[in-house]
């Protein structure tokens, strides 16, 4: 069966970029059908990079500064909004170069605008999304420091929070998911404990998500062969 082509987004470290890989490279059952031909970075340093090169896998370094759409320290809204729109556009087209069945955002600390959603969804490829929260909660950044005021405030219904993959759109966090996660806090349970366990699930949903979605791409390539 044909595998499926996914390119990956990352801004740091890269540990669920790590997860995507080594499932790659496994043979066990439930490992990822396909093959990672890109990670692309945002952020100069990023582990990620190291990671990906590790790995055998070609990497990218693009940024809104360092590639000539802001300058450093502008703060005019409409210019900053007109650099991310150029910059989104070009982003979408170096990705679609790689002809791509699937691309996947771990740990892209960048909002993308429709001028990335719109072409890389017109050539039908899905973009999926890790996100610490359950859907609907706590969208956008410092999700899980939100939800954890939240416990410690008593308003956190049943003390859970959880983790989410979902289709990426136009508006942050609300696509639709594809899997989620329940995660309950515990009492005496820290803010540092609480993010350590939520990045243990986040490895394995991850995985599991990408494996789901490459086995339909690779199921729609074997039927059209």
């Known amino acids: 069966m044909a595998e499926a082509r996914i390119s990956v987004l990352c801004s740091g470290n890269g540990t669920n970029l790590q997860a995507l890989i080594d499932s790659c490279a496994s043979n066990a059952?439930?490992?990822i059908r396909g093959k990672i031909i890109k990670v692309t970075v945002n952020r100069k340093g990023?582990?990620?990079t190291t990671r990906a090169e590790k790995a055998g896998i070609p990497?990218?370094?693009f940024n809104l500064v360092k590639d000539g759409y802001q300058k450093l320290g502008e703060k005019d809204p409409a210019v900053l909004k007109e650099a991310r729109l150029r910059y989104d556009a070009d982003l979408a087209e170096r990705i679609l170069r790689d002809k791509p069945d699937?691309?996947?955002l771990?740990?892209?600390m960048h909002v993308l605008s429709t001028n990335f959603l719109r072409p890389v969804s017109t050539a039908g490829v899905p973009i999926i999304n890790l996100h610490p929260a359950l859907p609907g909660a706590y969208d956008g950044a410092g999700a899980i420091e939100r939800a954890y005021e939240d416990f410690k405030a008593g308003k956190l219904e049943d003390n859970t929070t959880g983790i989410m993959i979902h289709y990426v759109i136009a508006e942050v966090d609300r696509?639709?998911?594809i899997l989620v996660q329940k995660i309950q806090i515990q009492e005496g349970e820290s803010l540092e404990d609480l993010e350590q366990k939520i990045h243990g699930y986040e490895h394995?949903?991850?995985v599991k998500a990408t494996?789901?979605?490459a086995e339909k791409v690779s199921a729609a390539k074997a039927a059209k062969t």
């Open 46 to 48: 990023a582990y990620a």
């Open 29 to 31: 059952p439930d490992s």
């Open 106 to 108: 771990a740990g892209w």
């Open 211 to 213: 494996a789901l979605l």
């Open 59 to 61: 990497t990218d370094y």
């Open 175 to 177: 696509g639709e998911p």
């Open 204 to 206: 394995d949903l991850i």
């Open 102 to 104: 699937l691309v996947v």
